[in-house]
């Protein structure tokens, strides 16, 4: 076997060996998120056990269904090499690394799932969710309750599913305790101080934060836009620009409302904020691709009208032969497949994270005004996620409690 062989039989056999990696640093990591605060893990096997577990049952059941049509896919990528391969080799293995030598894989799944008006607006949603909220979820939260080993979050979102990520994340969310939660807890013991220090404390991102978020986002916009030569440049910004913040010392800053004792710079923003922000241009970013493809006529539809009843190729759709199209793309391609089941399981989990999320140690009214959050916030992520995309109501349901009593949040706090 020639060297450039190995190597590609190697690079293959490598990502699955990563991807065992990274779900072994993902479980450590969600271990020690459920440990660190209560030195064993007796007593997260209640409510918190039970919630984690579900978040984890979640995560193998879309591990499942999405890669299921990921390994549709690569059979499918083999098969249209050697159908356009004048020669086939003898044996499995040299059939193997033809293909892998003659294939760009990445570039072929993502080419499949960005060409196409339609094959766009059901990715779009997953590109959008990764670089925007969910990105931030991973950091501020990450601060908040300590969990260890952020970018093999993002990576395994990345190389397997963001479905499975995600639902990992909020496993160890729930399973982790936030300062503010270990500080009531401290303060019923008879520290008042702890309290208010715990309690009263605002998150600022940095722009090591926002910055590559918003880089992020231009290169989803630009997606649409781009041509063979910039196709795959675009398409690595958008995934490693991601890392940045992840890797960053200070992506998130906590800032003491009472001591006041960390300066946030001038040029760090509010979470809420940025939150706020993101949902205001992937609102606008999902308007301008559903617009898009509601005037495009069937004659434009990269798909198999055969499986769409209605209008002539001439006519215009209406949102029924509009949903039988988007449905059609869905399992136009398996890498579309594959993509699309990763948004709706996604997009399914918002609502169970807005069912079994930490309760942020409420009592009294403030309980009450949270359970009454939540009636609002189910129904919400239930009728406009499958609307406007979980990119824009994910940045609602992440944001983070503002403390009672506190500064406006547009105010920024200063040193003296």
């Known amino acids: 076997m020639e060297q450039s062989e190995l190597i590609a039989l190697g690079v293959f056999i490598s990502y699955f060996v990563v991807i065992i990696i990274l779900f072994t640093i993902v479980g450590t990591s969600i271990y020690d998120a459920a440990t660190a605060n209560g030195g064993t893990h007796a007593k997260n096997t209640s409510r918190k056990g039970l919630r984690a577990t579900l978040f984890v049952l979640l995560a193998i059941g879309s591990l499942t269904h999405t890669w299921f049509y990921m390994f549709k896919y690569l059979e499918w990528s083999f098969n249209k090499h050697e159908s356009y391969s004048s020669l086939i080799p003898e044996t499995f293995q040299e059939r193997l690394t033809s293909w892998l030598l003659k294939t760009e894989l990445f570039e072929e799944a993502w080419a499949a799932v960005c060409k196409g008006q339609l094959n766009w607006w059901w990715s779009e949603q997953l590109c959008l969710f990764t670089a925007g ?37 909020y496993a160890a969310v729930i399973l982790a305790d936030d300062k503010s939660t270990t500080t009531r807890r401290a303060a019923r013991n008879g520290s008042a101080s702890t309290q208010a220090e715990g309690v009263e404390v605002v998150y600022y991102a940095s722009p090591s934060l926002w910055f ?40 998130v800053i906590p800032f003491n409302l009472r001591t006041q004792d960390v300066d946030v710079g001038a040029l760090s923003i ?78 399914a989990c918002l609502g169970a994270w807005v069912l079994f999320r930490p309760k942020e140690g409420a009592t009294g009214e403030a309980s009450k005004r949270k359970m009454s959050s939540k009636l609002f916030e189910l129904p919400y992520v239930l009728l406009a996620t499958p609307i406007s995309s979980m990119g824009v109501t994910a940045a609602y349901l992440y944001r983070v409690p503002e403390p009672e009593g506190s500064v406006d949040v547009e105010e920024k706090p200063k040193r003296e």
Not at 214 to 228: E, Q, R, V
Not at 235 to 241: E, Q
Request: aromatic share 10%; net charge positive; charged share 10%.
């Open 133 to 169: 909220p969910w990105l931030v979820f991973l950091c501020v939260e990450g601060t908040r309750r300590k969990i260890k080993y952020l970018p093999a979050y993002m990576l395994l979102g990345q190389l397997v599913a963001i479905s499975v990520a995600s639902n990992l994340f």
């Open 270 to 347: 509010n979470v809420n904020i940025v939150y706020i922000l993101l949902t205001l241009i992937c609102a606008c970013v999902r308007f301008n691709t559903t617009s898009i493809i509601s005037r495009l006529p069937l004659a434009a539809l990269n798909l198999d009208i055969s499986d769409i009843s209605g209008p002539t190729m001439s006519e215009r759709r209406g949102l029924m032969d509009l949903a039988l199209a988007l449905k059609s793309t869905l399992y136009y391609h398996p890498a579309q497949s594959s993509i699309g089941w990763d948004i709706i399981w996604t997009s």
């Open 212 to 251: 590559p978020v918003f880089i992020g986002i231009l290169s989803i916009i630009f997606t649409p836009h781009t041509n063979a030569d910039n196709f795959l440049i675009n398409l690595l910004i958008m995934h490693s620009i991601l890392f940045v913040p992840l890797l960053s010392s200070t992506p």
